[in-house]
């Protein structure tokens, strides 16, 4: 018997090759894709920003990992019309000349983060400008609230429908202010607390970063995994639309250094930044990248008020004027950074008054080239590099895609179906949880047992056995939305006989976790034959 910690602490996620969605149908997560093709959309513009229109594919040298690689696919959208389409691979079809392009916009809104007015405001927006949805064009719109998914949309052309929607969202609840106040109250309490320490505790020096500060930039750290696997989960969940694919994000406070937004003290941020989970947002870039979606984050607050900074003062000078304005300065280059590596443009300050507007007018006109990747599945990232050969221009493209294996997939996948509560398929793998025991203070272990058809299961015989590998895998979110890491536990299969009709597989193991009341996703990951199944559970402390 196995035990497996579930102690509720969130990470950072491993990505995932999504499950398919078709428009009025929800998302599933168990299934996979065969990406077969890297998408890669360049802008082109000139040494003034203009961009560049009626080039060809011989303009274009395309470097994976350095190598020089062919491009099977291209295309040159203008106005969201095919004006010259070629293909080099027999495999890809290739756009015809004349024919619109539709894009599919899924929309992202982050209730944790946004203070609902300003929220509300830029939906409003959003909803008014419903206009520049092209005929081939459709939206979906998820919401995250802190601990899960929810769909307020599939995909739809309707902009009556799509314009309920919004106006529902506009309305829901929202944790802006409460994220806010843990701010103030962490920055009042904890400045009183500092000054006090310094006047009684001559070697407590300003350098130095306290518990309490610790505390706030690792609970922003979870905050802010929890955001980054919610985006991830909802570009899996629609993972599959026809056209272009842009995800607008309307996010609150996503800021790029923790420690830099929590302190305000660059001097300080730079020599504790060990306490930032360095690669936070890159599970959601590489699945971008993977599933060939441009990002496109918006500042939902927007300015912060009146600043005191002045551009011509030094640096130094700017950041000791107003606080901030300095954490503006981190969020924004936290949401630059999500667009520039998926080729996207952050929308910011007074562009976020006219969030369609700036989308729809960035990607209605650009390059779209492909190729087929050598697909290992070894989990590497590959970087991609897009060159112009007339000089003088330069392409802003993704940077790169990760080659997932099948671990890394079913991984995501659990995590995925816990935060939307959508499994795709449910009805083969049975989970059971028996009665519970103390594990330390607040914690418990719960007896897990999964079981599973033996004939579902793919076993190769050896001389006197018939031997199998499997992965079970497991997630759970308590009662206060918090999620836990994947616990995976490896399972070697040994029968002496063949599977016969009516054998039953079955394993139990041990999760130890906090005395509360939880959900859970189980998936069986059959490592023969490539199959997932999975199932849900609910634990009920009374």
Do not use: C
């Not at 420690?259 to 690669?279: K, M, N, Q």
């Not at 759970?476 to 939305?481: N, S, V, W």
């Amino acid at each position: 018997m196995k035990t497996a910690s579930l102690t509720l602490l969130p990470l950072a996620l491993a990505l995932v090759v999504p499950g398919f969605a078709v428009e009025n149908q929800e998302p599933g997560f168990m299934e996979a894709i065969d990406v077969t093709v890297v998408n890669v959309e360049a802008v082109v513009t000139d040494r003034q920003g203009v961009r560049v229109p009626s080039l060809g594919a011989r303009d274009f040298r395309l470097f994976v990992d350095g190598v020089d690689t062919p491009i099977d696919f291209f295309s040159e959208i203008s106005g969201g019309d095919v004006v010259a389409a070629s293909s080099r691979s027999g495999r890809l079809a290739s756009l015809r000349e004349g024919e619109p392009v539709g894009t599919s916009y899924l929309v992202f809104v982050d209730e944790f983060f946004t203070i609902a007015a300003d929220r509300r405001k830029v939906l409003r927006k959003l909803s008014g400008e419903l206009a520049w949805l092209g005929p081939e064009d459709r939206m979906a719109v998820v919401a995250w609230n802190g601990s899960g998914l929810e769909m307020l949309s599939s995909w739809s052309r309707s902009p009556r429908d799509l314009e309920k929607t919004l106006r529902v969202a506009a309305e829901r609840p929202s944790g802006g202010l409460h994220r806010l106040a843990e701010l103030r109250t962490f920055e009042s309490t904890h400045r009183f607390k500092r000054k006090r320490r310094a006047r009684y505790d001559s070697s407590f020096g300003s350098g130095i970063v306290d518990p309490e500060e610790r505390m706030f930039i690792e609970r922003l750290n979870r905050q802010l995994e929890n955001g980054v696997a919610a985006a991830t989960a909802s570009l899996r969940g629609f993972a599959s639309p026809n056209g272009r694919k842009v995800m607008v994000m309307l996010t609150g406070s996503w800021p790029d250094r923790r420690t830099e937004y929590a302190l305000v003290d660059p001097i300080r941020s730079h020599y504790h930044g060990f306490y930032d989970h360095y690669g936070l947002y890159t599970p959601l870039t590489e699945t971008a990248n993977l599933l060939g979606y441009t990002l496109y984050p918006a500042d939902v607050a927007g300015l912060e008020g009146e600043s005191s900074v002045d551009a011509s003062r030094p640096t130094r000078d700017i950041l000791g004027r107003d606080r901030d304005h300095y954490r503006e300065r981190t969020v924004h280059f936290g949401l630059e950074d999500l667009a520039r590596e998926t080729g996207g443009v952050a929308v910011l300050n007074s562009r976020r008054n006219r969030p369609l507007e700036t989308v729809a007018g960035d990607t209605r006109t650009y390059y779209w080239l492909g190729f087929v990747p050598q697909r290992q599945a070894d989990g590497r990232q590959h970087d991609i590099r897009l060159e112009v050969v007339p000089s003088g221009l330069r392409a802003r493209t993704r940077g790169g895609f990760t080659d997932l294996t099948r671990g890394q997939e079913v991984a995501m996948a659990v995590e995925s179906a816990l935060l939307f509560g959508h499994l795709a398929s449910e009805e083969t793998l049975e989970v059971a949880l028996g009665p519970s025991r103390k594990a330390g203070w607040g914690k418990i272990e719960v007896a897990l047992t999964v079981s599973l058809p033996l004939e579902r299961l793919t076993l190769l015989a050896d001389d006197r056995e018939w031997l199998g590998k499997v992965e079970i895998h497991v997630v759970a979110r308590d009662e206060r939305g918090n999620r836990s890491d994947v616990a995976v536990i490896p399972v070697s299969l040994n029968h002496e006989n063949a599977p016969g009709e009516g054998d039953t597989w079955s394993f139990e193991t041990m999760l130890k976790m906090r005395s509360r009341d939880h959900d859970m996703v189980v998936a069986l990951y059959d490592a023969t034959s490539g199959e997932m199944f999975a199932s849900t559970a609910a634990y009920s402390v009374n």
